[in-house]
C-alpha cells in the first residue's frame, strides 16, 4: 500500500469538489474521512499519481479494493470498472432519488461491485436526498 502525500490528497479532493467521485456522497455528510484512491490499483502497476487518483468515500473504496473489473454476462468476459479519469459518470449512472443504477455494462458492473445500493448506503443518499443534500 503505497502512501499517498496530504498536498496530492488535496489536490485530489479539490479537483472532486470534496465528492465522492463514485458514489457522489459529500465529504461535508459524512462521518468519515475520504479517500485519494488508485482508480488502476498499484498491485496492477498504477501510479501514485494525480492521473490515477479518485477522491472517494471509504464504502465505495473498500468495496473496490484493489479490483479493476469484475466478470461480465456469464462470466465470458470482463467488464472494467467506472473510470472517473476518462468516463463520464452521466454516461455510466442514472441517479432517482438517492439510488444509482448503471445504464452500461461499466456502469452496472460498478454499481454491483461497489454495492452502491445496498440498503444501509441507500437509506443514507435517500435521507440526504430528501434534505436537498444529495447529490
Not at 46 to 53: K, R, S, V, Y
Request: net charge neutral; hydrophobic share 35%.
Amino acid at each position: 500500500m503505497s502512501s499517498i502525500p496530504s498536498s496530492l490528497k488535496k489536490k485530489v479532493a479539490q479537483r472532486a469538489g470534496f465528492r465522492c467521485e463514485y458514489c457522489l456522497l459529500s465529504e461535508s455528510v459524512s462521518f468519515y474521512n475520504f479517500h485519494a484512491d488508485h482508480v488502476k490499483s498499484a498491485k496492477h502497476g498504477g501510479l501514485t499519481a494525480f492521473e490515477n487518483l479518485a477522491y472517494c468515500c471509504p464504502d465505495c473504496n473498500y468495496f473496490k479494493g484493489s479490483d479493476v473489473a469484475t466478470y461480465g454476462e456469464n462470466d465470458a468476459y470482463f467488464v472494467r470498472f467506472f473510470n472517473p479519469r476518462k468516463d463520464n459518470w452521466e454516461d455510466h449512472f442514472e441517479l432517482n432519488q438517492g439510488a444509482i443504477t448503471g445504464k452500461t455494462e461499466i456502469g452496472i458492473a460498478t454499481e454491483h461491485i461497489f454495492k452502491f445500493n445496498e440498503p444501509d448506503r441507500l437509506i443514507f443518499r435517500q435521507q440526504l436526498f430528501g434534505l436537498s443534500l444529495y447529490p
